[in-house]
């Protein structure tokens, strides 16, 4: 005690402040600031920004000081008491972070870290020229600050907007038609075909519908594997600029600018802010308790996953899958029978999620006044989390799925094939939307001359066992780059299938063409109408490291597709069955020979859910996931889920924190409404000769047999 006396309270104020300035304040912040989509994602305007500088940087650390420091001048014992567990605490996450770089993983990471944050205690306390540094240090919060604001890449967002705000012209535009834009995410070409190139109809009969209206560029591909740089590729007609963030600021040159003063502009932009606030507003302006409410939210998992060891944050939502309301991202539904309560919280999420958003979109199409309309969103479909059946209603299915490995795939084929299923409805719900577009449009009878334009920014790979799920390599070309692209032009111009290969920086010069606009900046991209349109060699796929260079024949994506139907079927993604067992879909057990008893017993999840099913429910228990007793070797089995004694699903166990686990997706059609009974039945034997028999239930199993 007698060293704490030659401490004063000043330097326990610095001490705090320059360490929790260091260790918390300046990681968050820098991580903020190098991804500005995380504001754009909430359409922040500069001053919520500033506000995140201000009060992560500099209120945080000094209150925190101001109290800690104010304890110590009261109570010397208690006061320092205090301030050893602050700044041993600071020490310890500054040096967590610094350790892991270079010993990730290691279960003795978080000692170590500990041990130097106990010699930071001790230095403090035992050294005065220590103390006399972190005076200095405690500068620390003005220069994170100006970094953060001045020199990231989130700077451009803050400074660069209001130069461009004056620039608008108004374009001589000689076919003013209704243009309606939709740019889908996520989303692969391949998810749409079967093994010819053909969409697959029975699956997605709107697409199917908007193709046979439209010019179907076959062989589009994008030209970036992300989203803040294929949409501002998309909006100009240039490839993205090195370093730019996807706002005004780096892209005055955009279709909004172009048609500002002509056309009256209705635009949802999800992650980027390419339209000038004097022409475009949202649909429905958030406040400002909505749009913090939902910021400190993710604020405080983005802080969890900057501040504890990698070895920490696997329950954590992750961060890392999309831009804003991380909770949303994670929902597992196995460990709790709180139907009410789930339900409720879907309930809420339907009030503000994607298809309310697209609903909005839809409400707000009319037809044009005294100007002529552009109509544009961005919606992240069919883009995780892959919660929607194809009717809009969702599933039980647990959030982040069973099978990811953070933005990657584990292993196991046969967990990364449920979530390609999961996927593959939610493209079916996709598809049900753009049923309701043009539904829309013929119903407000503007369909025939409107210019529509339906495209995604990027695809996604379903391999198993690799880091990431958007990584563009010569093996995930057919997944990642080539993408739909339909532009359905006023009546009287030509239409069908063209396997010319497009690239998305040709939309804003085909939308030119077709409007009869000249465009006031040039293009890399060309018109796709051009009789003369250059005869492409190759395509150029930015991405993080060295450009991917790929061929024009396009046939990836049909091995993509012919990999499809041979884990799927050419019907429904329902058809997803373990080898040898698709004949048992749909098949009454009265059919089969099932013996009474298999070797190991099983129990289903949150049972009650199959007794109360509500077909007009926001949420369905569509997702059946359940626990089995040691199998032979725990090798993986095959399991038949059968619902009221018809087999509507075949899936494969997997072992996980050392339980034997299924789960699988059963169709909706299989319920009825009220009581049903699900039996499971272990399926052994090959496909000439299965081996059927029943597995026995826990007593809370929803069995009635």
Not at 39 to 57: E, K, M
Not at 413 to 423: G, S, T
Not at 533 to 562: F, T, Y
Not at 654 to 664: E, K, T, W
């Amino acid at each position: 005690m007698e060293i704490s006396r030659t401490v004063t309270t000043f330097e326990v104020f610095a001490s705090c402040v320059a360490f929790l300035c260091l260790a918390v304040s300046q990681p968050i912040l820098d991580l903020l600031g190098r991804n500005p989509e995380f504001f754009l994602a909430r359409s922040s305007p500069a001053l919520d920004v500033v506000l995140v500088g201000v009060v992560l940087g500099l209120v945080a650390p000094v209150l925190t000081g101001l109290l800690v420091a104010g304890i110590h001048h009261l109570n010397l014992a208690v006061g320092t008491a205090i301030h050893i567990v602050v700044l041993g605490l600071s020490g310890t996450v500054l040096f967590v972070d610094v350790l892991e770089r270079f010993v990730v993983g290691s279960p003795l990471l978080v000692a170590i870290a500990c041990m130097v944050g106990a010699a930071i205690v001790l230095l403090f306390y035992g050294s005065f020229t220590f103390r006399t540094v972190t005076k200095y240090v405690a500068f620390a919060p003005l220069v994170v600050m100006m970094s953060f604001a001045t020199l990231s890449p989130l700077s451009r967002l803050l400074f660069a907007a209001d130069r461009v705000e004056s620039d608008a012209v108004t374009a001589e535009v000689g076919n003013e038609v209704p243009i309606v834009i939709v740019v889908f995410d996520e989303f692969p070409l391949a998810s749409l075909i079967d093994a010819n190139g053909e969409i697959q109809s029975s699956n997605y009969p709107n697409f199917a519908r908007l193709a046979a209206d439209s010019l179907w560029l076959r062989n589009a591909v994008t030209n970036e594997s992300i989203t803040e740089r294929a949409l501002p590729m998309i909006l100009t007609g240039n490839r993205a600029q090195p370093e730019a963030i996807p706002a005004l600021g780096d892209y005055p040159d955009n279709l909004f600018t172009l048609l500002e003063g002509t056309y009256e502009i209705r635009a949802t932009e999800d992650l980027t802010d390419l339209c000038p606030s004097s022409a475009c507003s949202s649909l429905e302006p958030s406040t400002w308790q909505e749009r913090w409410r939902g910021m400190a939210s993710d604020l405080r998992i983005v802080a969890l996953h900057v501040l504890l060891p990698s070895t920490m944050t696997a329950g954590l939502a992750p961060i890392d899958q999309s831009w804003a309301d991380f909770d949303e991202q994670q929902l597992d539904v196995s460990a709790s029978d709180e139907t009410a309560e789930f339900s409720e919280r879907f309930a809420e999420v339907s009030q503000e999620g994607r298809e309310h958003q697209f609903a909005e979109f839809l409400d707000s199409i009319a037809p044009a006044e005294a100007q002529p309309t552009l109509d544009f969103i961005h919606l992240l479909l069919p883009h995780s989390p892959w919660e929607f059946l194809p009717d809009g209603r969702r599933h039980w299915s647990p959030q982040p799925a069973r099978g990811t490995n953070g933005p990657g795939w584990v292993d196991d084929p046969w967990l990364v094939h449920q979530i390609y299923q999961r996927h593959l409805l939610q493209v079916q719900y996709t598809d049900t939307l753009v049923g309701m577009l043009l539904d829309r449009l013929r119903a407000l009878e503007v369909y025939d001359e409107s210019l529509i334009v339906v495209v995604a920014d990027h695809g996604i790979a379903f391999t198993p066992g690799t880091d990431h799920r958007r990584r563009l390599t010569r093996e995930t070309i057919g997944e990642m780059v080539a993408v739909p692209l339909f532009i359905k032009p006023p009546t009287g111009h030509p239409t069908g299938i063209d396997d010319y290969r497009a690239e998305l920086i040709d939309i804003v010069p085909t939308v030119a063409d077709i409007i009869d606009v000249d465009l006031p900046w040039p293009t890399e991209g060309v018109s796709l109408l051009e009789a003369d349109r250059p005869a492409r060699e190759e395509s150029v796929i930015n991405q993080r490291s060295k450009p991917l260079v790929i061929g024009i024949d396009g046939q990836e994506k049909l091995e993509v597709a012919r990999e499809k139907i041979a884990i799927f079927g050419s019907g429904s993604p329902y058809g997803l069955v373990p080898s040898g067992t698709r004949d048992l879909l749909e098949t009454p057990l009265s059919d089969l020979d099932i013996e009474s008893s298999a070797p190991f017993d099983g129990e289903v999840s949150n049972p009650l859910r199959y007794q109360e099913f509500d077909p007009d429910a926001v949420i369905i228990p569509a997702y059946v996931q359940g626990v089995l007793g040691r199998t032979v070797n725990d090798e993986p089995v095959r399991i038949a889920v059968a619902v009221n004694d018809v087999i509507s699903a075949v899936t494969q166990s997997y072992i996980r924190a050392g339980q034997v686990l299924f789960q699988a997706l059963l169709p909706p059609t299989a319920f009825v409404a009220g009581s049903n009974d699900i039996k499971l039945i272990y399926v052994a034997g090959d496909e000439d000769q299965l081996e059927l028999s029943f597995i026995d239930l826990s007593p809370a199993a929803p069995s009635t047999s």
